[in-house]
C-alpha cells in the first residue's frame, strides 16, 4: 500500500523534501544565516595565511619578519608594491635595496623617495642612524610623507612639493622636526630637525603621475628655533647688501657664526660664499626679492648653506627683504648648525 503525503499528496517514497525539517531551516529575507564562531575562526586563519604568505616575500630579513604586527605587515606590503609600480622589476631603479651599507654610511643622512601623491615608497636603512626608528617603525606612523612631519610645516612642504612638482627638475628644500623614536627624545630633548632637498624626477616615459617620484636626501640638523626663540639674537646675525647681493654691512655676531671679520665680508659677493647646490635656490630667493615692490616687501625664507672661515659649512635659514627705497637687501640669517 502506497501512502501518500498529507502536504503535497505525492508518494512519500517520491518525495521527501515537503515534510517539515529540524534543526537548520532555509534562510529567508527575514531570517538570514548568521556568521558562527567556527566561520569566523576560520576566516581569521584564512587571513593569517595570507599575510604569513606576503610577510615571507618581503625583502627584509628573517629577524624583522618574526616581529611584524599584522599593521607593520600591511604597511611594507603597500610601501613594496607603491615601489614595484615606479621601479618596475626589469628597471634599475637610482635608488633602493641595491644599495650597500658601505654606500649608505657615506651619506650625511638617508635617502627619501615619495609618489606624486606624497606617499612613501623607499627609505633607506640607515633612517635609524637620524631618527632612532628602523624603516620598519617609521612606516607604523603612517604611510605619507606628512604622517612624519611636524604638523607645524605641513602646509610650507605641501607648496614645496607642489612648486617641484609643476617644475620637474627643480630642487626644492624645507626643514621639518620628524617623529623619533621615545629614546631619541629623552636623550635629545624632543624631535630630530631634518633638512629635506630633492626634485621630482621622471622614472620612466612617457611621464606621468604614475611614473614621476620625488627623490630626495634628509639631512639633520642640530635644532630648529622654537617659536619662543624668535626674538633671541643668539642665532642669528644680519647683513645688508646693494641689488647685485654685495656686502654693505654685517652684524658682529658673523663671526661667531662664521668665523669671518665684518671687515672681511663688507665688499664681497654673498654668492661668493654659497654651496654650488646652493646656488639656484639662492638665485631664486634673490629674484623674488628683485620683483617685490615697497618698502619692507620679503621673500620665502630659504635654507641654504654658507661657507664658513675654517672651510667647513654651515646650514642657515634666510630671509631676505627689500628696504626702505628699494636700493639694499637686508637678510636675516639665522644658524641651524
Known amino acids: 500500500m502506497t501512502i501518500f503525503c498529507s502536504h503535497c499528496h505525492r508518494p512519500l517514497q517520491a518525495e521527501m523534501s515537503c515534510l517539515p525539517r529540524r534543526g537548520k531551516q532555509a534562510p529567508s529575507a527575514s531570517k538570514p544565516f548568521r556568521s558562527t564562531k567556527s566561520a569566523s575562526k576560520a576566516r581569521r586563519d584564512q587571513i593569517n595565511v595570507e599575510l604569513q604568505a606576503l610577510r615571507s616575500l618581503l625583502p627584509i630579513s628573517a629577524r624583522e619578519k618574526e616581529r611584524l604586527s599584522y ?28 644599495l650597500g651599507t658601505e654606500l649608505l654610511s657615506l651619506l650625511p643622512g638617508f635617502l627619501l623617495v615619495l609618489s606624486a601623491n606624497s606617499k612613501l615608497v623607499y627609505i633607506s636603512e640607515n633612517v635609524d642612524q637620524v631618527l632612532g626608528l628602523s624603516m620598519v617603525e617609521l612606516l607604523a606612523q603612517g604611510d605619507t610623507v606628512f604622517d612624519i612631519l611636524d604638523g607645524r610645516t605641513h602646509e610650507d612642504v605641501r607648496k614645496k612639493l607642489l612648486l617641484a612638482q609643476e617644475q620637474p627638475g627643480r630642487e626644492v628644500m624645507f626643514v621639518s622636526e620628524m617623529r623619533t623614536s621615545k629614546a631619541f627624545r629623552l636623550q635629545h630633548g624632543g624631535n630630530q630637525a631634518v633638512a629635506v632637498r630633492g626634485r621630482f624626477m621622471a622614472l620612466r616615459w612617457p611621464a606621468s603621475p604614475s611614473t614621476t617620484a620625488f627623490l630626495a636626501l634628509c639631512t639633520p640638523v642640530a635644532r630648529l628655533p622654537a617659536d619662543s626663540d624668535a626674538g633671541s639674537q643668539d642665532d642669528l646675525f644680519q647683513s645688508t647688501h646693494i641689488l647685485d647681493m654685495m656686502f654693505t654691512d654685517v652684524t658682529e655676531s658673523v663671526t661667531y657664526h662664521l668665523g669671518y671679520l665684518r671687515e672681511e665680508l663688507i665688499g664681497q659677493s654673498w654668492y661668493s660664499l654659497l654651496h654650488p647646490e646652493d646656488a639656484d635656490l639662492a638665485a631664486a630667493q634673490h629674484r623674488a626679492v628683485g620683483e617685490l615692490l615697497g618698502a619692507g616687501a620679503a621673500a620665502e625664507t630659504a635654507v641654504l648653506r654658507l661657507l664658513r672661515r675654517d672651510w667647513t659649512w654651515t646650514w642657515l635659514s634666510v630671509s631676505a627683504r627689500r628696504d626702505c627705497g628699494g636700493h639694499s637687501i637686508t637678510c636675516t640669517s639665522r644658524c641651524l648648525r
Open 71 to 98: 599593521l607593520h605587515t600591511m604597511a611594507l606590503v603597500c610601501l613594496q608594491l607603491r615601489g614595484a609600480q615606479l621601479f618596475p622589476p626589469d628597471s634599475a631603479p637610482p635608488v633602493g635595496p641595491a
